[in-house]
Every structure is written in C-alpha cells, then in structure tokens.
C-alpha cells in the first residue's frame, strides 16, 4: 500500500487532487485498507450541525488493519520496542504477533469482565506497552477508550469517569518517572470514591507497590488475562462507530470529550504518518509524547502501527538520570524518526551541548515537533544539534480535535522554513479569516486559523454534549471550522502558527483552559476572586500567572499562595499549578464587571507599554497597585 509522496511535484500533484476532487482521493487513499464491508458513500458533511460522515456504513475494525493485514508478511518484525524508566532495566521489544496475542487475550479478558461494545472504559496507566495493549483490546471489542493522562488528580480523573459514565478503569500499582514512584491506584480509589458508575478496576503490576485491592471491584491484570485464549475475532464496527474519547480544556471551565471515530480516524493516522515522518519499513519511529494525549493515540499507537512501524515508547523523562537521556535511547535503539515538543527541546537546550558529546546521533534521518509554536532559537538548536543540519524538521501543527497532523513539512519533500508549519497536508483546507470572517487571500496575512472543508480524522462531536462543539468549533465563523490558532502567511506563502487566540494557554505543549484554572483557584476557601493568564516562559512555552484576590486574615501572604498552588495540584494535577501567583487588591473591570485580561497581560509579561487607555475601567487605580505589588513600579 503506497501512499507515500515522493517528490514536492507529487506534493502539489496530490494536493490538487485532494481538493478537487475529495472523495476520489480519499476513497482511493482508504482502498489500501481492510474493510470488512464497504463504504456506500465516502463523505457526508454539513458544517451546521455540524454533522459528519466519512465511509459511511462501512464496516471494520481498527485492529484488524493493524495485526490480521500484518501477520502473514511481518508478524516477527518488532511493534513496540518499550525503554523503562531506569536504564539499567531490561528493555521489551514486543513484535506484532506479539502484540496481536496480548492484544486479543486482554480483549477476551475484558469481555470474561462484562464490557460490551460501546462500554466507555477509562485507560490511566503508565508509559508501559500494557498502555497500548488495553487501547487495542478496547478497540478490539468495540468498547470506547478514554485515556487520562497519568498526572491529573483524582478529582480530574473523577470528573472525566462521571462525564463518559465509565463502565470500567484500566490502571497500574504505581508509575516509575524519575526518581518518583506515582501511586496511580491510589488516585484511581479517591476518584472512585466520587463517582456511581464504575464497575470494575483491572491493575497491572508495574511497580510492585502494595496498593489497596477492593474485593469485588478490583482485579489484578495477570490474573484476569491467565486463563483467556490468545485469539479472537475482531468485533464488526460501523466506520462512525466511536472509537475513543479525550478530554482537553477549552475556553470554559470545563474539559470536554472529543469524540472520535474509526474509519476516518485510521485512514488519516496512517496516511499522515507515513507521509510527514517518510517512515520507510524498517525505520526505528520514536515520539516522546504520553499516551495521554492526542500525540500518543495518533503517533505512538495507531498511526505507526497501523502502518506496521517500530515504534519506541519511552516509560520516564528527559533528564533522568542525565539530560542526556533522549540522545542515548536514539543511540541505543539506532532511531531513525524522532518526535518530540518544543518544552523538552528547550529543556535539553538549558543544559548545552555536554550531555550530547557522548552520543552520535547519526542514525536519525527525520526530527519533528509538536504541541506548541517553536521559537527560532529552539528550532535552531533542535535542526544544527540533533538533527546535525542534516535532518528535515517537521513542524507538526495540529490539535486534540484534529486527531492527526494538518499543517507541516513532509519530511525532505516539502520545504522547511523556521519555526513555520509551513504547508497542508493532502486533504486539509485552511484558510485565514479577519475578525468577521473573511477569507485573507494571498500572501503577507496574518489572522485566525479556520478548515473549511472536513478532513477524515476531524472531530464528530463533544460527548454528551453536541451543542458545545458547535458553539466551540463551529460557530465563530459560520461554514468552517474553527481551530482557536491565529496564524500568519508569509511572503513565500508558508504558513506560520502563532497560538492561541482565546482563552486557552499552553503550557509546555498542555492545553490549559484560564478559566479550569481559575476555578481550582477558588475551590480555596480564602480565595474571593482570580484571574489567570498566560505569559511568556523559557522553557515551558507559556507559564501560568494567577492574580488572587483573598482574605489574608490569619495567614501570611507566602503560606497562603503554597496552600492555593497546592488546592489547584490536587484539583487538577501538577501540570495546572501556576509558575507566578500574585495577590492583589482587586482587578481591574470594565464598567460591565468583565476582567481586562489584556491589561494583566501586560504585566505577568512584564511589559508595560502601550497599557490602553485605563480610565474607562470601573476600578482604574487597581491598575497601578497590581504593577507595584508585581514589582514593575518605577
Ligand atoms: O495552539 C496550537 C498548539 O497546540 C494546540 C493544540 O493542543 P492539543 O489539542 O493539546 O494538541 C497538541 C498536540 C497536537 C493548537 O491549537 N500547537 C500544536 N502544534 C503546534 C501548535 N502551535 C504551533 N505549532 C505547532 N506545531
């Protein structure tokens, strides 16, 4: 199945063709593929609804296209090669007709334990192949995965089982990153201990910690998987049938389930995959993202395996026990694709070139980045460095709701500009509108990021809650998607992203809603108000300041702040807490009561110029107290 483009003429020559005629391009994209029925019409959209169908009434199943298509011709060849935590702890290379047997008996086992197709199965583990097996299974019998980064707290893990009424909780002992052992299983209890709907809890033994085991409720996962068979049959899905569910924040204060579904999610994964990275068989691929976010589901799992790559997974973190961690996995496994974020870039780039001398690097062929802008410095560094001045760097732009990569270079096919995104994919329509939504043609326009036309692997709804993803992505710019990114088009015509437009700041490539924020902040009871916004961070892209307001009675202002940070750790998860806390008097309004945010803004940044005009503010004398009290007076 060669779905590779070769040549940037092949670039243009395919890109043609997507736009003109779509249908034609992706059913014969989507041909290469194992269906156990047909699709009877390739696409269904309307934008309205919004409503959207790609390979409408075909019937498949995801894990078919990744181990019954591969077990003939490469069923000894590697899958998932796993690197612990520790470096001196044996790695597990696990090859697909391995995978497939775990695949199916953990499957069988969550079948023996009642789930059904449809069941809503919540997957909070580690770094661990077994990660992967229980997304496969669920996908396997038809159940909806819902992964949660391993990091949230119980009360984010509660809100997000309450939300998809999860049936049951995939999860480990404990998890090894650096020098820490995560209670994981713990967590899971507390979160349970707020939720109705939670039938069974299966634990993998990764840790060997004692956790509590509720009789009943919660199953070891060696003892559940001994006694089932190493084979099925694949269930029958519908292309729309939903294959899983994340949850990632938006502007309001609550995360919201992006839903997708099978069919268009695996085409555009594969296709993706294969074209950005230009994985060729036999390619070592390795992305350092968790499989708590929309990168591991797409760029771990089923993209690379899909297309019957190796792919790496990494169980700890950058600087453990060196900073030179990365480059001596890429050595080791002689890795030839290697994906990762701006944040750990940057990090990396903090500690200089001592951590690499040891390592050659010669093996990697392709770097990529995602999650957030990448400055010129980093990509500079990352490009001359890593990738030695001889890979291409594929800045990958995409989103949660995207599901795979929209806007980037392919690897060594289409050119690679500097900390742009640069050019679509086959298939992907974006265009730049204005504030009222027209369209900004030509070249040299900066605007808002919008797709006008639906891509295979989109977004179909928000869980339970359809009206949300209309207002959210469909609404602003009636007739298109859109992304919340503004974005500029450069003299050359390549696209460059600039970040979020709304409420939503990004945190060492996390999303993070201001306003999620803001409302763990007032959980605290000597919080009255809050206002969060992003500013400008060396390492972490974007940094979290909060501006509190608080009765201090009985408590000095540094206790107080440490209390707040750790309200909203537990409340959401250490990646929420806020890198600046400052406690004002008040904030500063608009006569209508509404916070100006630029203002504050303005001063987490620390740049105090062009301020606007202040005296039409309620409160216009909260201005110059919250600059004295951030120590910007003059
Ligand atoms: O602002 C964009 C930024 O990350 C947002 C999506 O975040 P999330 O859904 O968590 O997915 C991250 C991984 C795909 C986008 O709206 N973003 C992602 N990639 C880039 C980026 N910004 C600039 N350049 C990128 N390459």
Redesign the pocket.
């Known amino acids: 199945m060669s779905q590779k483009i070769q040549s940037l003429s092949g670039y243009y020559h395919e890109y043609q063709k997507s736009i003109h005629q779509p249908e034609q391009f992706w059913s014969r994209i989507a041909q290469g593929f194992h269906w156990k029925k047909p699709w009877d019409n390739v696409l269904s959209w309307d934008f309205e609804g919004p409503e959207i169908k790609w390979f409408e009434n075909a019937k498949l199943n995801i894990t078919e296209n990744i181990f019954e298509r591969y077990l003939f011709t490469h069923g000894d060849k590697t899958a998932i090669i796993w690197e612990p935590n520790e470096p001196n702890e044996a790695e597990r290379r696990i090859s697909y007709s391995e995978l497939y047997e775990m695949t199916c008996q953990f499957s069988n086992a969550l079948e023996s334990q009642g789930i059904q197709k449809g069941d809503r199965v919540i997957i909070y583990m580690p770094m661990i192949p077994e990660a992967a097996v229980a997304m496969l299974a669920c996908a396997r019998v038809g159940a909806v995965h819902s992964v949660v980064f391993a990091g949230f707290s119980s009360t984010a893990l509660a809100d997000r089982i309450k939300d998809c009424k999860a049936k049951m909780v995939l999860t480990a002992d404990g998890n090894f990153r650096g020098t820490k052992n995560i209670p994981v299983k713990a967590v899971v209890d507390e979160a349970l201990a707020q939720t109705q709907t939670v039938e069974k809890v299966i634990v993998y033994q990764r840790t060997q910690t004692a956790v509590e085991m509720k009789s009943g409720r919660d199953l070891w996962w060696h003892e559940v998987i001994a006694n089932e068979p190493k084979a099925n049959t694949a269930a029958t899905l519908d292309a729309e049938d939903l294959l899983f569910i994340l949850y990632?924040s938006g502007s309001t204060g609550k995360p919201k389930g992006v839903v997708h579904t099978t069919a268009g999610y695996m085409v555009y994964t594969h296709y993706s995959f294969t074209n950005v990275f230009q994985y060729s068989q036999g390619d070592v691929y390795w992305c350092t993202a968790d499989v708590g976010?929309?990168?591991g589901h797409s760029y771990i799992v089923y993209g690379p395996l899909l297309a019957g790559a190796t792919t790496v997974m990494f169980e700890g973190v950058p600087t453990y026990p060196d900073p030179g961690r990365f480059w001596a996995i890429v050595d080791k496994y002689q890795v030839n694709q290697f994906y990762t974020a701006p944040t750990a870039i940057r990090a990396l780039q903090a500690y200089g070139l001592e951590p690499l001398a040891p390592y050659s690097l010669d093996s990697l062929k392709v770097i990529g980045?995602?999650?957030?802008?990448?400055n010129e410095e980093a990509w500079h560094w990352y490009h001359d460095h890593i990738g030695k001045g001889k890979c291409p760097l594929v800045?990958?732009?995409?989103?949660?709701?995207t599901g795979g990569i929209m806007i980037s270079p392919l690897a060594g096919i289409t050119p690679n500009k500097p900390a742009h995104?640069s050019l679509p994919l086959p298939g992907i329509q974006p265009l730049i509108v204005d504030a009222e939504g027209n369209e900004l043609k030509g070249n040299n326009v900066e605007g808002n990021l919008c797709i006008k036309f639906p891509w295979p692997s989109m977004l179909r709804t928000t869980y339970g809650d359809h009206k949300r993803c209309k207002e959210t992505y469909f609404s602003t710019y009636p007739g298109m998607y859109f992304?919340?990114?503004g974005a500029k088009r450069d003299h050359d015509g390549y696209l460059r992203?600039l970040?979020?437009v709304d409420d939503v700041i990004?945190v060492s490539?996390?999303?993070m809603g201001t306003a999620e924020v803001e409302n763990a902040i007032n959980e605290h009871p000597k919080v009255v108000e809050s206002a969060v916004v992003g500013f400008p961070h060396n390492i972490k892209g974007q940094g979290i300041y909060a501006y509190v307001i608080c009765d201090l009675e009985g408590r000095t202002e540094e206790g107080l702040i440490k209390e707040i940070k750790e309200t909203v750790r537990k409340i959401i998860g250490p990646i929420a807490t806020p890198d600046e806390m400052q406690i004002v008097p008040g904030l500063p309004k608009t006569r209508s009561g509404k916070i100006m945010r630029r203002i504050l803004r303005k001063v987490a940044s620390k740049e105090l110029s062009n301020m606007g005009d202040t005296s039409t503010l309620l409160n216009p004398e909260v201005v110059d107290q919250i600059i004295k009290g951030a120590g910007l007076a003059p």
């Open positions: 990632t976010w929309i990168t980045s995602v999650g957030e802008p990448i800045d990958t732009w995409w989103q949660t709701e995104a992304t919340g990114d992203i970040g979020r990004n490539g996390h999303r």
